[in-house]
């Protein structure tokens, strides 16, 4: 397992963007899928995006394909969430994790970061 620190949440109002960073500590990032997942008030966690370990493929949920996209940076050893045109329903703490294989699900990631909370006032 890897621990990952989380950054760069905050509040927002809809329509504006935020950017979120995910960094390792002590290991690389570059053998893992990583990928962010949210948790809304009062609701489960659900998965937002993913990247492969090289970086080839890229996975979104439907509610923010074309808004949200993920990258990572194997110099700087951070993967990123810039989020564009958000919307309150965007509220939610979000989560880095990463994983052994190209997966959207839960389960198939090992390690997390401690969440960072995202604001999105209408």
């Known amino acids: 397992q890897v621990q990952l620190v989380e950054s760069g949440g905050g509040l927002v109002q809809a329509g504006g963007s935020l950017s979120l960073s995910c960094a390792p500590s002590?290991?690389?990032?570059?053998?893992?899928?990583m990928g962010w997942f949210r948790q809304p008030p009062g609701k489960e966690r659900e998965f937002v995006a993913a990247?492969?370990?090289?970086?080839?493929?890229?996975y979104y949920a439907d509610s923010v394909k074309g808004r949200f996209t993920i990258s990572r940076d194997s110099a700087m050893n951070t993967v990123y969430l810039q989020m564009n045109s958000l919307k309150p329903e965007d509220t939610a703490v979000y989560y880095c994790?990463?994983?052994?294989?190209?997966?959207?699900?839960?389960?198939?990631?090992?390690?997390w970061g401690q969440g960072t909370q995202v604001t999105v006032s209408s």
């Open positions: 994790a990463a994983g052994g294989i190209d997966s959207t699900y839960e389960a198939d990631f090992a390690s």
């Open positions: 002590g290991r690389t990032l570059n053998s893992y899928t």
């Open positions: 990247s492969s370990w090289t970086g080839d493929s890229t």
